[in-house]
Every structure is written in structure tokens, then in C-alpha cells.
């Protein structure tokens, strides 16, 4: 699959070469609390190693004969009692099937020098590299003059091009992301009581992530009750929740590098009132309204014209005299992938294999009362599917699971 995803890359670049710069390790001392070590995602999408400090330099020839080169630290039995067995150039090989690898301190003497003098390399004329100059390795070749007698492209495109379409791992982890978050969602609806603080909430949650074996989660988790239900990004999730309100949870778990991204709205008392489900339905029949159009070849701009003119047809009276479109401020949607915000462009059509999510929600804040309801779908051949189906969606089954249906 990795070589796979090596050779669709190459089938977008012309003759050059593409550097690939991996994350580096985030030292304890600077970072105590947030020191472990996450792999550059598109590092991380063609070579599937969690190695720091390490580049990955790939040949683009027009006669097809294109080649892979890793540079990865050497392993340090001294530091290994810190670190655990590591994996150096000789693992690698072993790991990756990619037969040149050296070790990190050769990628100047054996890349860069190599590029300076040119000669073996000058038929080379693209030069591939990642905005963000800002990465070291990108940094040196831009400051030893090695862009000359090359144009410089940016490799940031044809590789979301690629991440935008996911292939059948990547299906597979962001199914199992979906799943777990809406395990954790279940949870937060079956656990969740009035006097409860929100904080407790995102502990179950991200209890609930790791017991189910997510590495981490996808962003900070929003858990926003009553007056906060309105607050989009509200991550600080300190307040008491009141018998009466609405809590919003916008949560993802990660699994293996893709994460989820599932927004749930449920009554801390477990019984919607009858203005909560007033609005809660509409924001889910426009979902619905959405969801049945997603198929190949429709856009967003489409999916949320759709959604616009749902709200302005349905909210009669709901949100005063305008209605209830003006009130959903934010995006329908985003894709989903390794970012939670992935790459990819928002013009292009939806193709098998990308994923989305959709997302309206409405804001009322006089009220204090806002509902956000927010699936990951897949587009498929015949049409779509919802990957976080198992989260509860209607008043019926949330309050069902709540205890508080009739
Ligand atoms: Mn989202």
C-alpha cells in the first residue's frame, strides 16, 4: 500500500525531486506536557514510519525508472534505556522494502553536497519541497543555493490530491475512528447528569477513546452545555450542567494517524424539552436533507445550497420572522482524514473514497440553546455512507438510550 501510494505520486511529478521532511522529536524539557511524538502526516502517509528526524527523497525520472531514498538517525544503544529499542537504517529496510537507506547524518554529504555539484543530479530539473520553508532540510537547500537551474513546485498539492481519495487502509482506520467515537458519545449520553461538571464528560470520553484503543484524540474536545452549547470552539469545558440544558460534543478519537470528528447534542436530563426538539429536528431533517444527496459528482457548494434552502423552507417562525438559516454560521463540512480539517480541495467534485463531514447546526445565543449534529460519511460508488452510525442521531434514540423515552 505505501509503495502504491509512492508510485500515484509519482505518477504527478515531473522530472525532479521530492524531499520529504519527517517531524522532529519535541524535547521533554521544552515540552513536558506535550512531548510525545506525532510523525508529520505526509511523512507518515508514504513511508508509515514514526521515526524523527529523518528524510525521505524520492527520484522522478520521465524513462520510469524512478527511485526512493530514506535517511534515518542512526539507532543509540545509550539512549535506548530512555527511548526502548529503536529503529535505525538497517530495521527500516526491513519495515519499508525501500533498499537505499542511510543514516541521517549522511543526508547532507550524500544528498545535498550531491545536489550542489550537480553533475549526476542536473537532469533533475523540479525541485518538490513542502511550504513551510520553515522545515529544516528544506531550510539548508533553499540557503545553499540548490534551487538554481531548478523551479521549485510545491509538493503540498499533488500530495492532498492523493490523501483526498483514501485507499482501503485508510478506510479501515477511519472506520475504526468513527466507531470508537461514537462508542465514546454512547457513553458520554448513558453517563451524563445534571451537576455534573463538563470536564467530566471529556474524561469519560477520552476514557472511552483509549480503552478502545485510539492513540490520542484528533483535536481537543469540545463539551459545551447550556450558554456554552453556542460557543463553536468552546474547548475550555469547565461549567456545572443545570438540569434543562443541552450539551454540544464534538469529539474525535484518533486511531493510527485519521481521526474522527462526530458532534452529538443530547439533554443533560436526558428528556428534550419541547423547544429543544423543535430546533434539534430541524438541524437533523436538514442533515437528512443533505446526506440523501451525497453521491459522486456533487460538490459542497452544492450540498450547502441544499442545506441553506432546507432551513429556509422548514423554519417557520422557529428563529423569529427571518428564520433559522441565518443562525447556522459555520461550515456544512470538512474532509476527513489524517488532519481533521484534511487536505484536499473544496471545489473538486466528490469522488468514491473521499470522506466528509456534515455538520449544520444552529445557534440561538439569547436562548442559550445550540444544536450541532455532525457525521463522517464516505462517498461510495452508489452513493454514500454514514461511518459514525452508531452514535445515536433522533430525539427517539437518544432518549432511548437516555432512559427517558416514552
Ligand atoms: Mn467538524
Given at each position: 500500500m505505501l509503495e502504491a501510494r509512492r508510485e500515484q505520486l509519482f505518477e504527478r511529478l515531473k522530472e525532479g525531486i521530492a524531499v520529504i521532511r519527517s517531524a522532529d522529536r519535541r524535547a521533554y524539557d521544552e515540552y513536558p506536557q506535550d512531548s510525545d511524538f506525532r510523525q508529520d502526516n505526509n511523512f507518515?502517509?508514504?513511508?508509515?514510519?514514526?521515526?524523527?528526524?529523518?528524510?525521505?527523497v524520492m527520484f522522478s525520472r520521465s524513462d520510469g525508472r524512478d527511485s526512493v531514498v530514506l535517511f534515518v538517525p542512526e539507532r543509540d544503544p545509550s539512549q535506548e534505556i530512555w527511548t526502548g529499542s529503536?529503529?535505525?537504517?538497517?530495521?527500516?529496510?526491513?519495515?519499508?522494502?525501500?533498499k537505499s537507506v542511510y543514516p541521517s547524518s549522511e543526508f547532507e554529504k550524500r544528498f545535498l553536497r550531491q545536489l550542489a555539484r550537480g553533475a549526476q543530479l542536473a537532469k533533475y530539473t523540479h525541485l518538490y519541497l513542502l511550504a513551510g520553508v520553515g522545515v529544516p532540510g528544506v531550510r539548508e537547500i533553499v540557503d545553499l543555493g540548490l534551487e538554481t537551474h531548478r523551479s521549485i513546485s510545491d509538493l503540498g498539492e499533488p500530495l492532498a490530491e492523493l490523501r483526498q481519495v483514501k485507499d482501503s487502509v485508510e478506510l479501515a482506520r477511519l472506520r475504526r475512528a468513527a466507531w470508537i467515537t461514537g462508542?465514546?458519545?454512547?457513553?458520554?449520553?448513558?453517563?451524563?447528569?445534571?451537576?455534573?461538571?463538563?470536564?467530566?464528560?471529556?474524561?469519560?470520553?477520552?476514557?472511552v477513546f483509549r480503552l478502545r484503543g485510539a492513540e490520542r484524540v484528533g483535536f481537543p474536545s469540545i463539551v459545551g452545555s447550556g450558554p456554552n452549547s453556542v460557543i463553536l470552539h468552546h474547548d475550555k469545558n469547565r461549567r456545572?450542567?443545570?438540569?434543562?440544558?443541552?450539551?454540544?460534543?464534538?469529539?474525535?478519537?484518533?486511531?493510527?494517524?485519521?481521526?474522527?470528528?462526530?458532534?452529538?447534542?443530547?439533554?443533560?436530563?436526558?428528556?428534550?424539552?419541547?423547544?429543544q426538539r423543535e430546533v434539534y429536528e430541524l438541524v437533523l431533517a436538514t442533515q437528512e436533507a443533505v446526506l440523501e444527496a451525497i453521491r459522486p459528482g456533487v460538490t459542497m457548494r452544492e450540498l450547502r445550497a441544499i442545506a441553506d434552502r432546507y432551513l429556509r423552507e422548514h423554519s417557520s417562525g422557529l428563529c423569529g420572522r427571518?428564520?433559522?438559516?441565518?443562525?447556522?454560521?459555520?461550515?456544512?463540512?470538512?474532509?476527513?482524514?489524517?488532519?481533521?480539517?484534511?487536505?484536499?480541495?473544496?471545489?473538486?467534485?466528490l469522488e468514491p473514497g473521499m470522506v466528509l463531514t456534515v455538520e449544520p447546526g444552529i445557534y440561538l445565543a439569547e436562548e442559550g440553546l445550540g444544536v450541532r449534529i455532525e457525521d463522517d460519511v464516505l462517498v461510495t460508488e452508489e452513493g454514500h455512507e454514514v461511518l459514525s452510525k452508531n452514535a445515536p442521531r433522533t430525539v427517539w434514540e437518544i432518549e432511548d438510550l437516555m432512559g427517558r423515552a416514552p
Open positions: 507518515y502517509y508514504l513511508t508509515g514510519l514514526e521515526t524523527p528526524e529523518s528524510w525521505l529503536q529503529v535505525g537504517p538497517a530495521e527500516v529496510k526491513k519495515l519499508t522494502g525501500i462508542e465514546a458519545q454512547r457513553e458520554a449520553m448513558r453517563s451524563v447528569r445534571p451537576g455534573m461538571y463538563e470536564y467530566e464528560l471529556e474524561a469519560l470520553i477520552e476514557y456545572r450542567m443545570e438540569d434543562g440544558d443541552l450539551v454540544v460534543v464534538d469529539v474525535g478519537a484518533e486511531f493510527e494517524y485519521y481521526t474522527a470528528d462526530v458532534t452529538r447534542t443530547f439533554p443533560v436530563n436526558g428528556k428534550f424539552s419541547e423547544r427571518s428564520g433559522c438559516q441565518k443562525y447556522f454560521v459555520h461550515g456544512l463540512g470538512h474532509w476527513l482524514g489524517m488532519d481533521v480539517h484534511d487536505v484536499g480541495s473544496y471545489t473538486s467534485a
